[in-house]
């Protein structure tokens, strides 16, 4: 970063710069800035002494960019314009109101954000900021005000408040389903294709514990396919 610092010109250079190229006029920058032309002129001939290039084809009554001009206006006009942005989010609103949520990635996209738009029109004053991850870890220890969270909620240190229960039931492609005239017997479920979800953070009902649970055998693992994201899971 100090081998950055060197390399950077001073901020006001860069502004009067900006200005002159937007507005193709010093005197028009001047105002703009509400300072004088030669102040501007000042300005942009040390830019240009510490660059080593010239910036501007001066005229006796306007200026125009020069190539190099051209290639450095397109930089500092976004250069300043991402700091403009960064500082109006980190700047003090009394009116702003900004609702941190993290989840994971399949509470997210399966239910969260399709439900998004009602808060939003509820609380148009309200920005949202969504971060999702799927280490259940990273959900317990990052910088948040809500996380949602598949558990049985009693972790310590948190307000725990229960959104929905989870009903869980086989399901099947239709046209796997075509495959069986009849249909599928509950008890063929265990020699099915069946997709299953193995990721070991999460404590998601799977095969093994749906199986014995409802009293079948365990499945042919030779006839299973694992995945260890539940939105890839049903999207298969």
């Not at 006796?60 to 300043?80: C, E, Y």
């Not at 920005?127 to 959900?139: E, G, P, Y």
């Not at 929905?164 to 009849?182: H, I, K, Q, S």
């Not at 409802?214 to 499945?219: A, D, E, I, K, R």
């Amino acid at each position: 970063m100090q081998d950055v610092r060197k390399k950077l010109p001073h901020l006001d250079p860069l502004i009067a710069f900006e200005a002159a190229a937007r507005l193709s006029s010093f005197a028009l920058a001047a105002r703009e800035l509400n300072v004088t032309a030669p102040a501007v002129s000042q300005q942009i001939r040390s830019l240009e002494t510490g660059l080593g290039v010239s910036l501007f084809q001066r005229g006796h009554r306007s200026v125009q960019l020069t190539d190099r001009g051209k290639l450095f206006q397109n930089s500092v006009s976004i250069a300043l314009t991402h700091l403009a942005n960064a500082a109006d989010e980190v700047r003090i609103d009394d009116d702003f109101q900004q609702l941190e949520i993290v989840t994971d990635t399949s509470i997210a996209g399966m239910w969260l954000v399709p439900h998004l738009h009602r808060f939003e029109a509820r609380h148009p004053d309200c920005t949202i900021r969504l971060t999702t991850t799927d280490v259940q870890a990273d959900l317990l220890s990052s910088d948040f005000q809500i996380a949602i969270v598949h558990g049985q909620g009693n972790w310590a240190g948190y307000e725990s408040i229960l959104l929905f229960e989870e009903e869980v039931f086989p399901v099947c492609a239709p046209g796997y389903l075509d495959r069986y005239a009849a249909g599928i017997k509950l008890e063929e479920l265990p020699v099915a294709d069946l997709l299953d979800l193995e990721y070991e953070q999460w404590h998601w009902m799977n095969w093994a514990i749906w199986l014995t649970e409802t009293g079948l055998p365990l499945p042919d693992t030779r006839r299973k396919m694992k995945m260890n994201n539940y939105p890839l899971v049903i999207d298969a």
